[in-house]
């Protein structure tokens, strides 16, 4: 079946810096691909949507110059944490429709932050 | 907002069916519903999904009540590798629509030994 990829499934940084979190469709193309957040024992926040050649779309009261999304390709999402700070530790988890096939939304393995 | 409500928690019996209920009761005629799981620290993982009859796959059945209004996911022979979260999702068809998929909290099932 058709696979979503993300990179890196965990990562550990001090507050302030920068993290890059890719998402990537393997054997599919897909024009939009969605980024959530999910603390501990809560449910999938949806953050954005990410469109291909244009701009995101975000979610009431996400912050788009702190999370910076880039959709360069069909197969490609990135979603960029910037100065990143203890509040921001989460599980952040990319999805992608596969629209050519059976319309199923497969989602990434999921990329763990931990903001020091 | 989710448009559905499922009960927070389940336990099951290894081996045996589990039944994961779910009220939809505002689905629209072009909706169709969806169930994931989420396995701890993973992405969720899509079950099935119908529109009005009942479907089955390698994995579940689904029910759809006639009105639509509700829906029963069926685990036939749980094991413990099903212990997860599940989520009932109603959306248009993800094939056409690239709608958001709004997650509510969903159900924690608990197959127990």
């Known amino acids: 079946g058709a696979v979503v990829s993300q990179h890196p499934s965990w990562v550990i940084c001090k507050s302030g810096t920068s993290v890059k979190i890719e998402c990537r469709s393997l054997d599919f193309q897909a024009t939009t691909m969605f980024w959530y957040r999910q603390f501990p024992k809560q449910s999938l926040m949806l953050m954005a949507t990410s469109n291909e050649g244009s701009k995101a779309t975000y979610e009431q009261g996400v912050e788009k110059d702190k999370f910076l999304i880039n959709h360069a390709s069909l197969t490609l999402s990135t979603l960029t944490v910037t100065s990143a700070h203890p509040e921001d530790s989460s599980f952040y988890i990319c999805?992608?429709?596969?629209?050519?096939?059976?319309?199923?939304?497969?989602f990434g393995e999921g990329s763990r932050l931990t903001v020091l | 907002d989710a448009k559905t409500t499922q009960p927070p928690s389940m336990d099951c019996a290894e081996g045996r069916a589990a039944n994961l209920p779910c009220n939809h009761s505002t689905i629209s005629g072009n909706e169709y519903v969806y169930w994931y799981r989420q396995i701890h620290s993973q992405g969720p993982q899509y079950i099935i999904h119908?529109?009005?009859n009942n479907e089955t796959n390698e994995m579940a059945s689904l029910i759809i009540t006639e009105d639509r209004k509700s829906s029963t996911l069926i685990l036939p022979h749980a094991t413990l590798r099903d212990t997860a979260v599940y989520y009932c999702?109603?959306?248009?068809?993800?094939?056409?629509?690239?709608?958001?998929?709004?997650f509510g909290p969903g159900t924690s099932l608990s197959v127990i030994p």
């Open positions: 999805s992608a429709s596969d629209s050519s096939n059976t319309g199923e939304l497969f």
């Open positions: 119908g529109l009005k």
């Open positions: 999702i109603v959306n248009r068809d993800l094939k056409t629509s690239y709608d958001k998929v709004i």
